[in-house]
């Protein structure tokens, strides 16, 4: 079974220049997260989706950030503009149940690790 | 969410076994135990949760104390590729599958 896809693997980009990211999770999982993890630090939820509905979306910097799974599978995180404090590693994951039950395991993508110029 | 606390940083023999440690005083009833872990340059992966029963399964074994307070997750012989930085989690019930990451305990496992 493919685990969670995620692509680029790492982006350099200016300051002020657009970025996305893009996310594949695992066949048949409803549920979808993107996390951001900053240097030395655990991962923090920015927005999860149930199918194509953004359900937990309080943390993501709405002024600058934006997501979207339009046909309740695949999804892109989008910065736009990049700032130097977005230089992170973003994070997809997917699980399986509808409504984030509390043993609903997530599985993790392998990230991208974007630097701000 | 309950807090928790977790060392810094463990070094374990390889062959041996690593226990690590966290403690969730603040824990509530209704709360799991989960822990995950996450190698260099790759993506957390779950290991195991509990809620108040010791849990074993092919990667390792949970064991929660009576009170709740505290756990440890055991990997009985650990190899070089268990080292990774482990995160011990609490989740609340009504949160939905909101994961809160602490810092983690960095294992360090050697030859």
């Known amino acids: 079974e493919a685990g969670v896809v995620q692509s680029p693997r790492y982006k350099i980009i200016e300051k002020k220049q657009p970025v996305a990211f893009w996310c594949n999770p695992i066949s048949g999982h409803n549920t979808l997260y993107w996390y951001l993890q900053n240097l030395g630090q655990g991962p923090e939820l920015l927005i999860r989706y149930e199918n194509e509905e953004a359900v937990d979306d309080s943390q993501l910097p709405k002024d600058r950030f934006s997501a979207e799974r339009l046909k309740g599978v695949d999804s892109t995180l989008k910065i736009q503009p990049a700032e130097l404090g977005d230089s992170a590693v973003y994070l997809c994951a997917s699980s399986s149940g509808s409504s984030g039950g509390l043993t609903d395991t997530q599985y993790f993508g392998p990230g991208t690790r974007l630097t701000v110029l | 969410d309950a807090k928790t606390t977790q060392p810094t940083s463990m070094d374990c023999a390889e062959g041996r076994a690593a226990n690590l440690p966290c403690n969730h005083s603040?824990?509530?009833?209704?709360?799991?135990v989960y822990w995950y872990r996450q190698i260099h340059s790759q993506g957390p992966q779950y290991i195991i949760h509990g809620l108040k029963n010791n849990e074993t399964n092919e990667m390792a074994s949970l064991i929660i104390t009576e009170d709740r307070k505290s756990s440890t997750l055991i990997l009985p012989h650990a190899t070089l590729r268990d080292t990774a930085v482990y995160y011990c989690?609490?989740?609340?019930?009504?949160?939905?599958?909101?994961?809160?990451f602490g810092e983690g305990t960095q294992l360090t496992v050697n030859p």
């Open positions: 603040t824990i509530s009833g209704n709360e799991y």
């Open positions: 989690i609490v989740r609340v019930a009504t949160s939905g599958s909101r994961l809160t």
